[in-house]
C-alpha cells in the first residue's frame, strides 16, 4: 500500500479530519491532502510523530513485508552502536510475534537474540568505561573489578568460574542429537580444548573426522591444538608443520598455522604466516581475521605504529572491499586506528 493511502486509512481510524491531523502536526491541512492524494510525500522529519499519532511504528506507515521488517531490524542494529529505548521496544514486539509463526520462527529467533545481544554489547561499553574508573579510583579494593571481568571477559583465576563446562555440556547434547552435523563437534572440540579435556576432545574429533565433510586440514588442527591440550608441544609442532608442508599455498592452512604460532607467542612467525593467508585469500571481499591478528600482534608487542597501520588497512578493507561506510564494524576499526596512533 502507497503511504498516501496508509495514511489515509490510518486518519479514518483514528477519526480524525485533514484539518485535525495538520494541526497535530503543525502544517496546513492541504499538505495532508497533498499526500493522501500521492501529489507530494511527508517530510521524513513528521514519520516519528505521524507514527506517534496514530500509535504505530514507522514500518507500519509503510506496510511493509515481514521480511523487509526483518531486514531493516538487522540492518539498523549494524550500522547503530545503540538503539533509542522506545526502537528497542519496538523491535522486541515485533520479533515476539513472529516467534509463533513457523515459517519465521528461525529468523526471528536470530533476530531476536541479536536484538539482546545488541543491547548486552552497548551496554558492556558502559561498564567498561565507569568499572575502569572505580577501579582506577580504587585499586587496592574488588568493588568494580568483577563487573569489568564479565564485561571484557577477563581471565578468572578461580577453576569454578573458568572452566566451561556448560558449553561442553550443551554443545555435548547437541552433536548427539544432530551426530552428522559437523559444526557442532567444532563448538564443542574448543570448549573442550579450552579446559584441557583432551581425552574427551580425542573422542568427539575420531566422531568428527568420520563424516564425510569434514574437513582434513582442520582435523588435523585440531588434532595438533589436543596435543598441546596434552602440554606434548613436539608433537603438536610435527602435525603443523607436516600440515603445512602438505598444503604450503593454502589460505586456511596458513591462517591456521599463525593462530597456532599466535596461541604458543611466537609472534613475529604469526604475523608472517598471517600475511601470506591473506595474500592468498582468493575470495572477494576478504575477511579482516588476518589483519585483526597481525593488530593485536602488534599492540601486544607495543608497537602502537605499527598497529595503527593496521588497523588503517583493516579501515581500507572494509571500506572498498566491503564497501562499507557507517557500519559499526568499520566505525569501531577507525576508533582503535586513532587510539593506536595517540598511543604511538
Request: aromatic residues 10%; charged residues 30%; proline residues 3%.
Amino acid at each position: 500500500m502507497e503511504l498516501g493511502k496508509k495514511i489515509r486509512q490510518l486518519r479514518f481510524k483514528a477519526g480524525l479530519t485533514q484539518e485535525q491531523l495538520a494541526e497535530k502536526l503543525g502544517i496546513g491541512a492541504q499538505a495532508v491532502s497533498k499526500w493522501e492524494n500521492a501529489v507530494a510525500m511527508p517530510d521524513i522529519t513528521l514519520l516519528p510523530l505521524l507514527a506517534e499519532i496514530f500509535g504505530v511504528s514507522i514500518d507500519d506507515l509503510f506496510d511493509l513485508t515481514v521480511e523487509q521488517r526483518f531486514n531493516r531490524i538487522e540492518n539498523r542494529m549494524d550500522v547503530e552502536e545503540e538503539l533509542p529505548q522506545d526502537v528497542f521496544w519496538e523491535y522486541e514486539e515485533f520479533l515476539k510475534t513472529q516467534l509463533a509463526r513457523d515459517a519465521n520462527r528461525k529468523r526471528a529467533t536470530e533476530l531476536i537474540a541479536y536484538l539482546y545481544w545488541h543491547r548486552m554489547y552497548a551496554c558492556a561499553q558502559k561498564v567498561r568505561r565507569y568499572a575502569k574508573e572505580a577501579v582506577r579510583l580504587s585499586p587496592g579494593e574488588k568493588g568494580c573489578q568483577w563487573m569489568l571481568n564479565m564485561a571484557e571477559g577477563h581471565a578468572v583465576w578461580d577453576w569454578n568460574i573458568a572452566n566451561h563446562n556448560a558449553a561442553i555440556a550443551f554443545y555435548g547434547e547437541l552433536v548427539k542429537e544432530h551426530p552428522d552435523m559437523t559444526l557442532p563437534y567444532l563448538y564443542l572440540l574448543d570448549n573442550l580444548i579450552a579446559d584441557h579435556r583432551a581425552d574427551e576432545a580425542e573422542q568427539a574429533l575420531n566422531s568428527l573426522c568420520a563424516l564425510s565433510d569434514a574437513n582434513p586440514v582442520t582435523c588435523e588442527v585440531y588434532r595438533a591444538h589436543i596435543a598441546l591440550a596434552r602440554f606434548d608441544e613436539k608433537k603438536a609442532d610435527q602435525i603443523m608443520e607436516k600440515l603445512l608442508s602438505d598444503h604450503p599455498a593454502e589460505s586456511g592452512c596458513l591462517f591456521e598455522m599463525a593462530q597456532y604460532c599466535a596461541k604458543k607467542c611466537d609472534y613475529q612467525k604469526a604475523i608472517g604466516y598471517y600475511e601470506q593467508s591473506f595474500e592468498q585469500e582468493k575470495r572477494r571481499p576478504r575477511f579482516q581475521d588476518e589483519l585483526q591478528g597481525i593488530a593485536d600482534i602488534f599492540e601486544i608487542m607495543g608497537e602502537s605504529k605499527k598497529a595503527a597501520e593496521t588497523y588503517g588497512r583493516i579501515v581500507n578493507l572494509l571500506e572498498n572491499e566491503w564497501g562499507m561506510t557507517e557500519e559499526t564494524e568499520l566505525k569501531n576499526a577507525r576508533k582503535k586506528q586513532a587510539a593506536m596512533l595517540a598511543k604511538a
